[in-house]
């Protein structure tokens, strides 16, 4: 999907170009995590001040529409906020979906929302967002808010309508949510577990997360035939961590710098899944703030429950770096191992650490299948992680790597089977 990233800047705005390089380094992230195979077109453009139809200027808007037909663009991501009429009008006149940074987030939102509860907290996000930018001078609604005398003419009439109608739907979907609420616990329990440690691979957008799936699952998948597998989303994949040793490796929506505050709790159910891991990767990247971002992604983690989920700290792109010394005294107190998710370096060191926190709750155990009960070892073949079988003549000796409560379920199994 070839995507057009608009970057704007404000031209009176003396200390705007600083970021740049970050700023677009992060769309391009966050255009990956919505559609993997992107590759893009760049724009820098210098503006005075927004376009109440259009944002930039209509010149600039035919100038941007050529390059979009010759170089076959589908998308066009802005970093500013678009309101819906600037957004229509440039879908319009473009002939191309049209996204703004938020716009873009609900969308990765949306795709990667799995439980009721997520998917209706992104829709109540999306209204939210929706309601913030109904306007129709190009002026947002918080700042129309508290504006006084200028009531009046079919205009504002049709915008209070639309946003009575949004105002609606928002309070039942809150009446929704909070009815799932309180069934979750039931929902929970349902969940159907796959009988591999699940390692979630979370951090800020643009630390190297996709990445690091991809080296590692490139590395070290094995392209089994297994029907465990075939259900596992896209984010996830199987890896070898040791001889005979597999987990789940599941990349998660990035944590994003500013954030605007109304997406935050559809931000938090899209993570909902990192409650059930059985580890917690967290990727730093070494050429970011580091020390902020722990911060918001600690506090994110609590607020998720997962806090108490065996955690293992991660800093990436020690390529880029000069002096990886310093940082490692500077975080010796995290247990810090450190990668380059992209050129492959480190992961003999992530391994064992990973080995080392899993085998806390995964254990080897043995178990005896006596005349051969071909049925039921197939039964335990398809559901728990077998890692060696041996045939003997009164019994199968099945070695597998599990849970105690796997194992529990395993031993249930085996007596209630028929002889
Ligand atoms: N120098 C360097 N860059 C990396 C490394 N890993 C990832 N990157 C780059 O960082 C950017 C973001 O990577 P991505 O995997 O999309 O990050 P995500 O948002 O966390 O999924 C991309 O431009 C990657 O090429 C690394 O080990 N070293
Ligand atoms: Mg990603």
Same mark, same amino acid.
């Given at each position: 999907?070839?995507?057009?990233?608009?970057?704007?800047?404000?031209?009176?705005?003396?200390?705007?170009?600083?970021?740049?390089?970050? !700023?677009?380094?992060?769309? @391009? $992230?966050?255009?990956?995590?919505?559609?993997?195979?992107?590759? &893009?077109?760049?724009?820098?453009?210098?503006?005075?001040?927004?376009?109440? $139809?259009?944002?930039?200027?209509?010149?600039?808007?035919?100038? #941007?529409?050529?390059?979009?037909?010759?170089?076959?663009?589908?998308?066009?991501?802005?970093?500013?906020?678009?309101?819906?009429?600037?957004?229509?009008?440039?879908?319009?006149?473009?002939?191309?979906?049209?996204?703004?940074?938020? &716009?873009?987030?609900?969308?990765?939102?949306?795709?990667?929302?799995?439980?009721?509860?997520?998917?209706?907290?992104?829709?109540? /996000?999306?209204?939210?967002?929706?309601?913030?930018?109904?306007?129709?001078?190009? +002026?947002?609604?918080?700042?129309?808010?508290?504006?006084?005398?200028?009531?009046?003419?079919?205009?504002? *009439?049709?915008?209070?309508?639309?946003?009575?109608?949004?105002?609606?739907?928002?309070?039942? #979907?809150?009446?929704?949510?909070?009815?799932?609420?309180?069934? *979750?616990?039931?929902?929970?329990?349902? *969940?159907?577990? +796959?009988?591999?440690?699940?390692?979630?691979?979370?951090?800020?957008?643009?630390?190297?997360?996709?990445?690091?799936?991809?080296?590692?699952?490139?590395?070290?998948? +094995?392209?089994?035939?297994?029907?465990?597998?075939?259900?596992?989303?896209?984010? =996830?994949?199987?890896?070898?961590?040791?001889?005979?040793?597999?987990?789940?490796?599941?990349?998660?929506?990035?944590?994003?710098?500013?954030?605007?505050?109304? #997406?935050?709790?559809?931000? =938090? /159910?899209?993570? !909902? !899944?990192?409650?059930?891991?059985?580890?917690?990767?967290?990727?730093?990247?070494?050429?970011?703030?580091?020390?902020?971002?722990?911060?918001?992604?600690? @506090?994110?983690?609590?607020?998720?429950? /997962?806090?108490?989920?065996?955690?293992?700290?991660? &800093?990436?792109?020690?390529?880029?770096?000069?002096?990886?010394?310093?940082?490692?005294?500077? &975080? $010796?107190?995290?247990?810090?191992?450190?990668?380059?998710?992209? !050129?492959?370096?480190?992961?003999?060191?992530?391994?064992?650490?990973?080995?080392?926190?899993?085998?806390?709750?995964?254990?080897?155990?043995?178990?005896?299948?006596?005349?051969?009960?071909?049925?039921?070892?197939?039964?335990?073949?398809?559901?728990?992680?077998?890692?060696?079988?041996?045939?003997?003549?009164?019994?199968?000796?099945?070695?597998?790597?599990?849970?105690?409560?796997?194992?529990?379920?395993?031993?249930?199994?085996?007596?209630? $089977?028929?002889?």
């Amino acid at each position: 999907m070839r995507t057009l990233v608009i970057i704007i800047k404000n031209r009176k705005n003396k200390n705007e170009n600083s970021g740049y390089e970050h !700023e677009i380094s992060e769309i @391009k $992230s966050l255009i990956k995590t919505y559609s993997p195979y992107s590759d &893009f077109y760049e724009i820098l453009l210098r503006i005075d001040s927004p376009n109440p $139809s259009l944002y930039i200027g209509s010149g600039k808007v035919q100038d #941007l529409k050529q390059i979009i037909i010759e170089n076959k663009i589908v998308l066009a991501v802005l970093n500013i906020t678009l309101n819906q009429t600037q957004q229509r009008n440039l879908r319009e006149i473009w002939g191309i979906d049209v996204m703004d940074k938020t &716009f873009l987030i609900l969308e990765i939102f949306n795709q990667r929302a799995k439980s009721q509860e997520g998917k209706l907290q992104v829709e109540l /996000a999306r209204l939210r967002y929706e309601l913030s930018r109904i306007s129709h001078k190009g +002026i947002s609604f918080d700042q129309q808010y508290g504006v006084k005398g200028i009531r009046g003419g079919s205009g504002e *009439r049709k915008i209070e309508y639309e946003r009575r109608v949004l105002r609606d739907r928002i309070s039942i #979907l809150n009446s929704k949510i909070e009815t799932i609420k309180k069934t *979750r616990e039931i929902q929970r329990k349902k *969940r159907k577990r +796959i009988p591999l440690p699940i390692i979630s691979i979370v951090g800020y957008t643009n630390a190297g997360k996709s990445t690091l799936l991809n080296s590692l699952s490139k590395k070290n998948d +094995i392209y089994a035939d297994n029907m465990l597998f075939s259900t596992l989303d896209p984010t =996830s994949r199987r890896v070898m961590i040791k001889k005979g040793v597999f987990a789940i490796f599941t990349d998660t929506v990035g944590f994003i710098n500013n954030l605007p505050t109304l #997406l935050i709790s559809a931000f =938090s /159910a899209t993570l !909902e !899944e990192i409650k059930y891991s059985d580890l917690i990767i967290h990727l730093h990247d070494l050429t970011s703030d580091i020390e902020k971002n722990n911060i918001v992604v600690k @506090k994110t983690l609590k607020e998720l429950t /997962a806090d108490n989920i065996p955690l293992i700290n991660v &800093f990436n792109k020690m390529d880029a770096v000069k002096n990886i010394n310093r940082f490692k005294v500077t &975080f $010796s107190n995290l247990n810090p191992v450190f990668i380059s998710a992209r !050129e492959k370096i480190g992961f003999e060191d992530l391994f064992k650490t990973i080995d080392l926190e899993l085998s806390k709750k995964w254990k080897e155990r043995i178990i005896e299948i006596s005349n051969n009960n071909f049925n039921l070892i197939n039964e335990i073949k398809k559901d728990y992680f077998v890692i060696e079988e041996r045939y003997y003549k009164e019994a199968a000796i099945i070695k597998v790597k599990v849970t105690d409560e796997n194992y529990d379920k395993i031993t249930d199994l085996i007596k209630t $089977s028929p002889k």
